[in-house]
């Protein structure tokens, strides 16, 4: 099962996607960069990103509040 989660636009043609993956057997939680392809219009994923088993995504975000609580209202 692949299931995008979520989409937060960061350019025109660049977008970070929130992901539930089946890699190789291995259920992974991934964040990663997706760039839309010139030639087809469509969006491809690029290497920029990370890739973590699904039991560790509340971990991930607790590292991601902590982040927005030191940023704040930049």
């Known amino acids: 099962m692949n299931k995008t989660v979520a989409k937060e636009k960061l350019t025109d043609n660049t977008e970070v996607r929130f992901t539930l993956d089946e890699v190789g057997g291995r259920k992974l939680a991934q964040i990663r960069i997706w760039v839309k392809d010139q030639k087809k219009g469509e969006y491809v994923p690029t290497r920029k990103g990370v890739a973590f088993p699904r039991t560790k ?18």
């Open 57 to 74: 995504v509340h971990q991930i975000a607790l590292g991601v509040t902590k982040l927005l609580n030191e940023v704040g209202d930049e």
